[in-house]
């Protein structure tokens, strides 16, 4: 190529001013120049080598982490009995005795002396003759600093070995002789900042909760006997939120109680204790809990371990967003493109040496670049085959149609990256491969440290969680998206060379020609500048522009140039909308299918479970309902409308045997067939008093909890009122439309739900139910639920008070157990009313309901049949073992179906989980599954066979 000489006139230079970038990629880019400097002056090679080898030692590490055993993996139940039917290999505690005196210092933080009183018994023969305590030196973030360590032996100071790791300390002491029989181990020290911020599981309110273990981090001894005696200041007892417990515990295994101040305390402190005569295997647990108000105790900072416990685990994937951060900056600087001369001038001579496929990769054009090798071909003069050249212009008018239309850029994209141009472009010198310490970085880093993430993730979802912050799954995927990206920078930069530079001024040039002497309009198709200004002007306009240029020079009839167009084969990866639109359609099937079922409420034609049967709710185990007395009071409102009022009068039995208080539970129905009956608690006491309570909606129930803070016992009067503001809702029964009142006193599962104490007598249960003679004269039905707990037939009331009041008394039978009658569903009352009776009833409503239930498991059974379908025409079109043609048939064959297949599986297994065993709909929406993948795997199995052989 011949290059101007660097002479011109002022006015017809067209400035080409470096690129400006932005300060934050100057500084990184300059830092990184600044690295691979330094780096190269230390080594060459052989420290370019060393560095391989130590990130492919980081990579065989995240391997190991990922594939290799579990790291101190958590104790088993299989580890801990092994353990404790081996206490005798080593020595054993046959009493415990840990004196704990709490102080706070004069900033208000707290500072716990503490004595353990150890009675040892070691057995004969023992290989070992040391003695080790392990005591923690973190704890919920803060640092611990055990100080002012002694420790004696019958009286005896021993001189104690201590080894450091990061979040405990052992205590060894080595006697120096082999010790048998027993002998009193006395350890004193003293711990720092023990309480820390929780929520009280009891109100959900913040606490200065002190909760600690007297055994530390891992009391591997069989303990005998515990003594455990906590002295705390006056103020700070003041500052209960409730009286202190303690508890003893080994795996499922445990028992506590609630601590009373001991009469022996000091004045001005108070002290608490607990004993055990149970023994203790090793690595029990035994814990003293105190609630304090919040703001009672000065917290210290977090600790720098906490900060290291938090952050560490995606240190790996913080270094590779930094990483990532740092490949921007060096693709935009660093490894920016060479610069050429400050100016260009317009040019009307193709540069020499440099095809029209090589001046699209320089000018990163692969939307025009099958546009200019089409001109070129095109342009080619003395074919003395006139179809030929017919041809040619064919396939040239073809690219121009195509040129930067969406359907046309995935084979563009494809034939410009496939191409043997990029490699091309180093060999002639044009662009060049970056190589140094930096890429090799922005190689080896990616790999190991997504290797090193992965193998944390797997290691950490074995341990407790210690991060504030911990999405396993997002840092996984984030880790491997940032590798990804900086692999993509370092592996695919090529930044031209200063020849590069100058022959794209030279492309630039040609453009500004092509611009200022409009040469797409009057050039002829021999033009052999014509295929170089299409490149880098818009495509769109540019093919328009083009097409329209070669249209008068195609004399060849319309049929045959179509069927010319088709054997040229150019287009057979043109997408036209309806092809993009399959595509598009098959991807959003899956991507729909998945945030479904992580977004939306589960689909279920049956009820769930309630709550407050459960057992979940702290405190709702502790408390048996003995007596019950409901009545609900069904009248009329402004506006036809109507309102239902209950109140609930409980003797509930309040059991002290947990580790929260015990807490009343009650859980009603707040939503019936999509339809909302406004039910609010208004009021709840216990004994007369007003009591502290939350309610929450879930499931279409309204749940109610009280948030005791106090410890109590025994049987209490608990009176709860609700209103229902919305108590019809539009139902059909019997092919005929009503307005449904149903009042649930209790959920389905009340004889097991509402009582575990067995030891408290139940009953009598008593429910009422009263309506206005207005509403109960043209009742259609009514009645108590379960139908056999009793019939009652609504009718105005004779006296002509206005009301009528049904009741029922359910009373347990002589073994405690309630009869079958009362079994099996809510127990309330269901009242039907002619359609229109009560206003604010949605006809609509339930209709909308059933259907949402049931949409995931329609559209299962809908996309398992086009699974089917496509199955069904792919194996035909494979068994005539002739390719099929590229267009909108074949794409939704090889699109739809994989794709409806997956969705109906996602959605079909979410609906399954929901729907009874005995519910056809699930025989239906599981048969139409396994239809679906057995459809797809014979289509499969036919494609295989009628695949070609060699």
């Keep these: 190529m011949t290059e101007p000489d660097g002479v011109g006139e002022p006015d017809t230079r067209i400035p080409d001013p470096a690129p400006r970038h932005t300060p934050l990629w100057t500084v990184l880019s300059a ?111 803060h640092a611990l600093d055990p100080s002012a360590i002694t420790v004696t032996l019958d009286g005896v100071k021993q001189d104690v070995t201590r080894e450091r790791a990061a979040v405990f300390l052992r205590l060894v002491v080595d006697p120096g002789e082999q010790l048998t029989g027993d002998h009193e181990l006395v350890i004193r020290y003293q711990l720092s900042d023990l309480a820390y911020v929780a929520p009280d599981p009891a109100t959900g309110q913040p606490v200065d909760l002190l909760r600690w273990d007297v055994f530390g981090p891992d009391l591997q001894q069989a303990v005998a006997k515990l003594d455990v005696r906590v002295t705390i200041p006056q103020e700070l007892d003041d500052r209960l939120v409730r009286q202190p417990r303690g508890s003893l515990a080994w795996t499922l295994v445990g028992a506590g109680q609630w601590l009373t101040p001991e009469p022996d305390a000091p004045p001005g402190e108070v002290a608490y204790a607990f004993t055990s005569d149970d023994a203790a295997p090793p690595h029990a647990q035994a814990r003293f809990t105190m609630p304090f108000e919040a703001g009672s105790i000065t917290m210290p900072p977090q600790s720098w371990i906490f900060w290291v416990q938090t952050f560490g685990p995606v240190l790996p994937m913080l270094v590779l967003a930094a990483t990532l951060l740092l490949s921007f900056a060096a693709r935009a600087v660093a490894w920016g493109d060479a610069r050429g001369r400050p100016w260009y001038l317009a040019q009307s001579e193709p540069p020499e040496g440099i095809s029209p496929r090589i001046a699209a990769h320089l000018l990163r054009s692969p939307a025009t670049m099958e546009l200019a090798e ?27 149609k195509r040129a930067g239309r969406l359907g046309d850029r995935p084979r563009a994209l494809r034939r410009y990256l496939t191409g043997p141009e990029r490699a091309g472009q180093i060999q002639a010198g044009l662009r060049r491969v970056p190589k ?138 043109f997408l036209t909308g309806p092809r993009i639109a399959v595509r598009v359609l098959a991807v959003l099937l899956v991507v729909g299918a998945i945030v479904a079922v992580n977004v939306l409420p589960a689909p279920s034609l049956e009820s769930e479970t309630p709550r407050s049967y459960t057992g979940d709710i702290p405190g709702s185990t502790l408390t048996t309902i003995a007596t019950a007395d409901l009545d609900a009071e069904l009248t009329r409102t402004d506006g036809d409308g109507a309102r239902l009022r209950v109140t609930e009068r409980l003797g509930v039995d309040f059991s002290d045997e947990g580790s929260v208080p015990a807490q009343v539970v009650r859980e009603w129905p707040a939503m019936v067939d999509g339809q909302d009956l406004g039910l609010t608690v208004d009021r709840v006491t216990v004994d007369g008093d007003d009591a502290p309570f939350t309610t929450e909606r879930a499931e279409g129930r309204l749940l109610l909890r009280t948030t005791f803070a106090d410890v109590r016992t025994g049987l209490h009067d608990v009176v709860i009122q609700t209103t229902a503001t919305r108590p019809a809702v539009s139902a059909t029964v019997d092919g005929r439309d009503v307005d449904r009142v149903s009042w649930v006193g209790f959920l389905d599962g009340w004889t097991s739900g509402v009582a575990w104490d067995e030891d408290v007598e139940q009953g009598p249960f008593r429910l009422s139910f009263t309506a206005d003679d207005e ?123 994989p794709s409806t297949l997956a969705a109906a599986v996602i959605l079909g297994i979410w609906t399954l989980n929901g729907v009874a065993g005995d519910d056809p709909f699930g025989d239906l929406v599981l048969g139409g599954l396994i239809a679906g993948v057995v459809a797809v795997i014979a289509w499969y199995g036919v494609v295989m066979w009628a695949r070609p052989r060699a």
Aim: glycine share 10%.
């Design 31 to 141: 830092w990184l120049l600044r690295v691979e400097r330094w780096l190269q002056s230390r080594g060459g090679s052989r420290l370019r080598g060393g560095l391989w080898q130590l990130w492919a030692l980081v990579a065989v590490g995240g391997i190991l982490l990922l594939v290799g055993p579990v790291i101190n993996p958590p104790l088993t139940l299989d580890d801990l009995t092994d353990e404790a039917s081996d206490v005798t290999d080593t020595w054993i505690a046959r009493s415990f005795a840990a004196d704990y005196r709490v102080t706070t210092d004069d900033d208000g933080r707290l500072v716990t002396d503490v004595e353990e009183r150890i009675d040892a018994f070691f057995p004969k023969d023992l290989d070992d003759h040391t003695i080790e305590r392990v005591l923690a030196t973190e704890y919920q973030g």
């Design 374 to 400: 089409r001109l070129k071909d095109a342009a080619v003069t003395g074919t003395k085959q006139q179809a030929k050249r017919q041809a040619r212009l064919i396939a040239a008018a073809g690219a121009a």
């Design 436 to 573: 140094g310490f930096v890429r090799d970085w922005f190689i080896a880093a990616p790999i190991a440290l997504t290797l090193l993430q992965w193998g944390i993730v797997r290691q950490l979802s074995h341990q407790t969680v210690l991060a504030v912050v911990w999405w396993p799954l997002a840092f996984v995927a984030l880790s491997t998206v940032f590798a990804a990206i900086v692999l993509a920078i370092a592996l695919t930069a090529r930044p031209l060379t200063r020849r590069g530079a100058l022959v794209k001024q030279h492309l630039l040039g040609i453009r500004v020609y092509a611009e200022r002497t409009q040469l797409l309009d009057r050039a002829t198709l021999r033009d052999r500048l014509l295929p170089y200004a299409v490149l880098g002007a818009p495509p769109r306009v540019t093919g328009r522009r083009v097409a329209a240029l070669i249209a008068p020079e195609i004399t060849m009839p319309a049929a045959a140039a179509d069927r010319a167009s088709r054997a040229d084969g150019s287009r057979a990866g």
């Design 775 to 897: 509403l109960l004269d043209d009742a259609v039905e009514a009645g108590w639920t379960p139908t056999e707990a009793g019939t009652w037939r609504p009718a105005a009331s004779e006296g002509g008070s206005g009301r009528e009041t049904a009741t029922i008394e359910l009373t347990p039978d002589d073994d405690g157990g309630w009869p079958l009658d009362v079994r099996g569903d809510d127990l309330g009352v269901v009242l039907d009313l002619p359609a229109g009776t009560v206003a604010g009833t949605d006809a609509d409503a339930a209709a909308w309901a059933r259907t949402a239930a049931l949409a995931p498991g329609l559209f299962t059974v809908v996309f398992a049949g086009i699974a089917i379908l496509g199955s069904v025409i792919g194996a035909l079109g494979s068994a005539r073992r002739r390719s099929p043609k590229p267009g909108l048939l074949r794409d939704a064959v090889r699109w739809l179906t």
